[in-house]
């Protein structure tokens, strides 16, 4: 299954080599390798509580691997504080959204540029953010925390996007969306993709994942259990009915 | 089912009547007891409230440390009060025994300032140890465990005050002079006057920091949540020590206005102030910052009115009717005067 067609042929942007991730004594993902090249779409699947969000939170240095490691452009970045990693380039829309919920749409978009200080660029990107998802712009000075739970994705996912990523790490952005949004959500980040942007996305919805994703990895408790181009998987009913529920 | 329903309701009816009727009583005693006094005496009754905002001055200096360190991990720093102690030891020290200044000469007052200052780093810089060695590590325990070593840090701030200054209270002369002015009847001391002219600005500092700065905005991400302001790039221990220094800073500026403005300081003097202050905070609604300087102002004002007024309750009650209030008030707004119920989605 691992076959190497449907990649891109540009350089590996994000390695991860042989990780194990822990809380405590439970490991929660073990031995993973997977890579993302530039400008690709890869989708990591699984079901729930294979170890898919705790490989990203991994990724963004909010958890370190017990083994392994991790480099983002031929950089060694496993054990690099979380807020350096930023720096460096990726961004993350987390699980769960986790907005400021006491902040209004434009204190959290802003949130989302913390590290940047060329304020016309920055503005121009809240701009691109606000076409993107035109209900955020509606809503600009709302407080986050009283918007419906489909706004309040669209702002995780623009929030990330403020911080001009090479890398978007999207952890289930169509999660609790209506139809209509999901939609709207799988059309935006393939949008986000074609202006350069390169995407690891987690999603619940691994079918339409892998309609927009190039390459893929399956997860199985903590276990990579396979992976390979992405329309192969999707048209490959044996694995849909085993690990897609479909 | 209807008829417990009905039955429920009516009785919900007939509690928001009793607490609007209380309410309204209470309200009315209030009132009525302020009219009194007022038209009696109306210069002592100015007199008494400017003495009162006063100490509520110096209340919420200490009670923004408790309630920007509560905002930003949870934990209520019971150390904050000893904190402040060790700031008001040491402006007295400082000011008093090493440099002599203990009368008011333009010379004297320069001393006044940069004593300030360095109160204000001193108490800042033990804070923020304070933090990086006790409650650091103790971030992702359960809440008991950092709050029994704020308990244990106060004990220790205590004892390091104790042998500083030894077990009795100290006298000191000052610079600020003890004596006051006379307005239309009303006394205003001087130590009064320095102690709104440096709180009024540190308090507008504060509110600078906090809602137009970068580190203000920081330090709002972590309070709300900490690993999303991780992936903004928010340094979060760097914010923390930021938000430690601040808090400190403030206790420390209390300690020295404090220490100037009555003369006397003693080792166990954080834990009444500091119990005051937490009470201000929690009265104002804990985690917000105009809460601490407005339940500072409040129980200052309290005390000032029931301490001082000819008809009333007198010192003796004092701590009684602070407490008696924040209780009614926690009855009726569990939150606090600005503190909102969380109406968060999950
Ligand atoms: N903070 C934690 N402490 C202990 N165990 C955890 C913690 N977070 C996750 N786990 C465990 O690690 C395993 C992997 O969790 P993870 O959140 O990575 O799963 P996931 O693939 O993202 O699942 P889902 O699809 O439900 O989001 C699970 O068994 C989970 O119970
Ligand atoms: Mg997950």
Known sequence: MTTDTGRLSTPVMLDVNNISVAYGAITAVKGLTLNVREGEIVTLIGSNGAGKSTTLRTISGLLKPKSGEISFKGEIISGTPGHEIVAKGICQSPEGRRIFSRMTVEENLEMGAFLRNDHAEIKADMDRVLELFPRLQERIHQKAGTMSGGEQQMLAVGRALMGQPKLLILDEPSMGLAPVLVDLIFETIEKIRSQGTTILLVEQNALAALRIADYAYVLESGNLKLEGPAKELANDQAIVNAYLGG | ?346
């Not at chain 2, 509110?207 to 309070?223: D, E, P, Y």
């Not at chain 2, 409040?298 to 007198?314: A, S, Y």
């Open chain 2, 1 to 346: 089912m209807t008829s417990t329903a009905i039955g429920v309701r009516k009785r919900i009816q007939i509690n928001t009547i009793l607490v609007r009727l209380s309410i309204f009583l209470i309200g009315l005693g209030v009132f009525s007891w302020l009219g009194v006094n007022l038209v009696r005496g109306p210069a002592d009754f100015v007199t008494v409230a400017i003495q009162g905002l006063n100490n509520g001055a110096l209340y919420a200096l200490i009670a923004l440390g408790y309630t920007l360190v509560y905002g930003i991990i949870e934990l209520i720093n019971f150390a904050h009060g000893d904190l402040f102690m060790l700031g008001a030891v040491f402006s007295a020290s400082l000011l008093s025994e090493r440099l002599h200044a203990v009368t008011s000469t333009p010379a004297n007052w320069g001393l006044l300032i940069m004593t300030l200052i360095l109160a204000m780093a001193f108490c800042a810089a033990l804070n923020v140890s304070i933090e990086r060695v006790a409650y650091r590590r103790l971030r992702e325990a359960p809440k008991l465990a950092p709050l029994i070593t704020a308990v244990g840090m106060s004990f220790i701030l205590q004892f390091v005050g104790l042998h500083w200054v030894g077990s009795a209270p100290k006298n000191f002369n000052t610079v600020i002079p003890t004596t006051s002015m006379n307005v239309a009847g009303v006394t205003i001391r001087y130590s009064t006057l320095m102690i709104f002219a440096l709180t009024i600005p540190l308090l507008l500092l504060m509110v600078f920091v906090v809602n137009k700065t970068r580190q203000g905005k920081a330090m709002r991400a972590v309070a709300q949540d900490k690993d999303a302001a991780r992936l903004m790039g928010v340094n979060v221990n760097k914010t923390i020590s930021f938000t430690f220094a601040l808090g400190g800073a403030m206790a420390g500026a209390a300690g020295l206005m404090y220490e100037q403005t009555v003369g006397t300081v003693s080792y166990n003097l954080g834990f009444q102030l500091g119990l005051i202050a937490f009470t201000s905070a929690v009265m104002g609604g804990i985690g917000n910052l105009y809460g601490a300087v407005l339940g500072g102002l409040l129980i200052g004002l309290i005390q000032g009115l029931n301490d001082g007024l000819p008809i009333g309750l007198g010192q003796r009650w004092s701590q009684s009717v602070v407490f008696g209030i924040l209780i009614l008030l926690m009855v009726y707004r569990p939150a606090g005067l600005l503190g909102k119920a969380t109406t968060e989605k999950v």
